[in-house]
């Protein structure tokens, strides 16, 4: 019998309208998997409630309390995606010996989470889902995304190229993962930083089951400029750079509004300086603004606030007394 624990993390927010297609999913897929011997009877789904408004937490509480495979936990608020992530991952990591993180609505293909735990046996500490195609991600979707994971590349924060949270993790990477303490979070830009053996396992990307995307455009851009600002500094240096390209044309302009004027054409200086008060004011508006990001990064790390506030927690530590009793649904 295989000893090795393996744990689903599935955040869930606001998700009641997939929440029993997936758990009957994934239930189907982790029974799999032990059947054929390739992970523990001790392995788990844990779903996490990142302070849904609906009713996605008594489901899981239901599920919780019927199926010894289930674990729950309940964030206090809602805290998003990836702090929802990381109360999972690090409840996880006190039972389990690798982890998968997936999204609840299943637009990552289960199938190869065979794969995944294959390739943990093999020896690799980090297995990453790659998209292969997104043709059902809408058009907006896929160009704003891919534009995203050119961009952190170009700017010096190396990503996988079309993965997203979708991955497994050894206990051993999780461990260490766990010791990076920023309020700023930003697990996959974290992950390639930890090292070990990885690998990719490719997937095409499905459209969603049930209920609405909740990475709407507007949280979708905090996301990305989330993940640059946390990585990479150098959106200050091009700034720095403006700052001293536009003194150098400042001098340029300086002297041929001094020769304008010698000649006593001094009108026309009128619509050079109005473009320049423009041109500058918004420059340094723009860098003020972009350094003020930092600096309130700066302010939210130095506050050291927990990254999430757990207000029940359903995890087998935690349940020693629950009973165990295998449910089919
Ligand atoms: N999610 C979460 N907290 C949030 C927003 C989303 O836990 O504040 C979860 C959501 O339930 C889902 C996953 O994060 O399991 C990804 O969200 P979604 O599928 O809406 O994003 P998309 O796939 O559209 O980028
Ligand atoms: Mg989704």
């Known amino acids: 019998m295989k000893e090795t624990v393996l744990t689903i993390a599935v955040p869930c927010y606001n998700e009641e309208e997939v929440f029993d297609t997936t758990y009957a999913h994934l239930k189907d897929v982790l029974h799999n998997l032990i059947d054929e011997d ?12 990142d302070g849904s408004k609906d009713s996605t937490w008594e489901k899981i509480e239901a599920a919780c309390r019927l199926d010894s495979y289930v674990s729950g936990i309940k ?38 989470i065979k ?30 995304a891919e534009g995203f994971y050119k961009l952190m590349g170009k700017l010096g924060l190396s990503l996988v190229y079309n993965h997203a949270d979708y991955r497994l993790l050894s206990k051993r990477a999780l461990t260490e993962m766990l010791r990076f303490q920023e309020t700023n979070l930003f697990l996959r830009g974290i992950v390639p930083l930890l090292g070990f053996k990885s690998t990719k396992v490719y997937y095409e990307r499905k459209a969603r089951e049930a209920g609405e995307s909740k990475y709407p455009l507007a949280k979708m851009l905090a996301f990305a400029f989330d993940g ?36 006593g054409d001094t009108e026309s200086g ?9 041109l500058i004011g918004g420059l340094l508006l723009m860098s003020i603004g972009l350094i003020g990001e930092y600096i309130g990064k700066i302010y939210e790390e ?16 935690r349940t020693e007394e629950k009973p165990k009793t295998k449910v089919h649904a």
């Open 302 to 317: 130095v506050k050291q606030r927990p990254r999430y506030i757990i207000e029940h927690n359903l995890c087998p530590k």
């Open 228 to 263: 640059l600002t946390s990585f990479s500094v150098k959106p200050i240096r091009f700034i720095t750079i403006i700052g001293f390209l536009s003194f150098f044309i400042s001098f340029i302009a300086g002297a041929y509004v001094l020769i304008e004027k010698f000649m």
């Open 75 to 112: 964030l206090s608020r809602n805290f998003g995606h990836q702090k929802a992530l990381l109360s999972g991952l690090e409840e996880a990591a006190k039972f389990s010996d690798c982890v998968i993180s997936i999204d609840a609505d299943l637009q990552d293909d289960t199938t190869v």
């Open 270 to 278: 009128w619509a050079s300086l109005m473009i320049s008060i423009w």
């Open 115 to 144: 794969e995944f735990v294959i390739q943990y046996l093999n020896g690799f500490d980090v297995v990453y889902g790659v998209r292969s195609k997104r043709e059902t991600d809408s058009f907006f979707k896929r160009t704003t």
């Open 38 to 49: 390739l992970v523990s009877e001790k392995s788990q789904l844990l779903f996490i409630d």
